[in-house]
């Protein structure tokens, strides 16, 4: 059957929607969708059909947007997605996934966990996390201290990874009651000398779950490039050979988990844009041992721009599309995993989020 | 029990309404933008602006949240102004009272 495929770009300024045939050579362009409210995350949950968009709104708060028809009609949420009177409250929502049976996960600003069991309608917190003694240590990164990668394990549904910005990466196996922090093997380069690999306080900026695979998770942090072959447990560097250490996203190819794509920038002092000002992804085909620089069809000159930590997706089509979003509001995409790209998308808001999935045409 | 009423009719009919209920309450059009049927200006009892706040939530579900944190506290982006004076929670409403609900200057 012939496939469509949807890209959801969350911006600053609102959700848009490309669609594109499975040629994936021509591409329309829909939205802003969300009031325009700044959209961090948007994904569709392949359970119910529905694309559920985070939000917060300097105005009005977090709120999760959704849409049962692609996109035609939206209604918005907030019910639950609160801390105890007397704490920060929520200020926005970060990041959504899939859970198991339904669930669905978001991730929120102050970092915390909330868990919805009718489609987004409504939400509870889990209180384990926050419950966690460390907490009083959670310190904010650059953007604030936001729980933004959300990684259920594929089949136990007991188990889950989160990455918050800079507490670091924390894993639970009982269904979020309790949580340990997984950071083992991760630098924290801004810690004095002798104390750069703590239990946490690491800046995790992205982590992904190898598709097909139950605890092969990458990870790019502020300070590094990280694979870990047991849930999370120890880290490994996989940063030789990369231009640099720093850079926010990270995606794996949805059937070779040995695939993996990163978008290192020039440094975290220097610009946070493409070394050299010349654009490039980076892909591994052996787990971040080697790495190549895929350039073609990339501006090579005078790109002065970041992609952000949740920015870049890849598609489940055969050859895999790669997508990725930019700080100046381009989304560049590959159908041949990675080796060329075309812009498919300029002039938006800045981007904070690419995420794909494909339909029956 | 809060009662409520639209004020959008005629002139007379609206004035005779307004002068039998005691506060009235303008929303912004960003706000109203949210809330689908929701109206600009609406009439009801409350006794402070929380209760306002309940009774608009109660009207149109979710509105609350969107004017009011979880400290609870009004937004701190959002302003709520009773006969012209910035008003808290706990700001006491009186019959006749005008109430504004508004965006702050904001974004970028």
Redesign the interface.
């Known amino acids: 059957m012939a496939k469509r495929i949807l890209i959801l770009i969350g911006t600053k300024k609102g959700l848009f929607v490309a669609e594109g045939d499975e040629n994936r050579k021509t591409w329309r362009l829909r939205g802003p969708y969300c009031?325009t409210w700044p959209i961090h995350h948007a994904i569709l949950d392949p359970a119910t059909g529905a694309i559920h968009a985070a939000g917060g709104n300097?105005?009005?708060?977090p709120?999760v947007w959704t849409s049962p028809d692609l996109g035609a009609a939206w209604t918005?949420?907030?019910?639950g997605l609160?801390?105890?009177?007397?704490?920060e409250?929520?200020s926005a929502v970060w990041s959504l996934s899939p859970g198991h049976d339904g669930t669905l996960y978001a991730g929120v600003q102050p970092a915390g966990l909330f868990r919805s069991a009718d489609g987004g309608k409504t939400w509870s917190h889990v209180n384990g996390l926050r419950d966690h003694p460390s907490r009083p240590h959670w310190n904010p990164g650059g953007a604030g201290l936001i729980l933004h990668s959300l990684v259920p394990h594929p089949q136990d549904r007991d188990r889950l990874w989160v990455g918050i910005s800079s507490a670091g990466v924390f894993g639970t196996d009982d269904g979020g009651k309790t949580w340990e922090p997984r950071n083992r093997g991760t630098r924290a380069d801004y810690f004095p000398e002798d104390q750069r690999y703590p239990e946490l306080g690491q800046c995790v900026h992205c982590m992904v779950l190898a598709p097909g695979t139950d605890q092969l998770l990458y990870q790019q942090n502020h300070c590094g490039m990280y694979r870990s072959d047991d849930g999370g447990r120890s880290w490994t560097s996989m940063e030789n050979g990369l231009p640099s250490s720093f850079g926010f996203p990270a995606a794996v190819h949805p059937r070779d988990p040995r695939t993996v794509y990163l978008i290192p920038l020039n440094g975290d002092s220097a610009g946070r844009f493409m070394p050299d000002a010349q654009t490039a992804v980076w892909r591994t085909r052996d787990g971040g041992d080697s790495w190549q620089a895929m350039r073609a069809g990339l501006p090579q000159e005078n790109a002065y721009f970041g992609v952000l930590r949740q920015a870049m997706a890849v598609d489940r089509m055969e050859p895999a599309g790669v997508y990725f979003g930019t700080g100046s509001g381009e989304v560049y995409a590959s159908a041949d995993e990675g080796d060329s790209w075309t812009q498919i998308a300029a002039h938006l808001p800045t981007i904070s989020s690419v995420e794909t999935h494909v339909l029956d045409a | 029990m809060a009662r409520h009423d639209d004020l959008s009719g005629a002139a007379g009919h609206a004035a005779a309404v307004r002068a039998a209920l005691p506060v009235t309450v303008k929303l912004s059009p960003v706000l109203c933008d949210l809330f689908p049927g929701s109206r600009r200006e609406v009439a009801m009892v409350a006794a402070t602006v929380a209760d306002m706040i309940d009774e608009l939530d109660r009207l149109w579900p979710g509105m609350g949240d969107r004017i009011r944190d979880s400290r609870p506290a009004i937004r701190k982006h959002m302003n709520v102004f009773v006969d012209g004076s910035r008003a808290s929670l706990k700001t006491p409403l009186a019959p006749g009272d005008e109430v504004y609900v508004l965006t702050a200057i904001s974004g970028g």
Request: net charge negative; charged share 20%.
């Open positions: 009031n300097e105005w009005f708060g709120a918005h949420s907030s019910e609160a801390y105890a009177e007397g704490e409250p929520v």
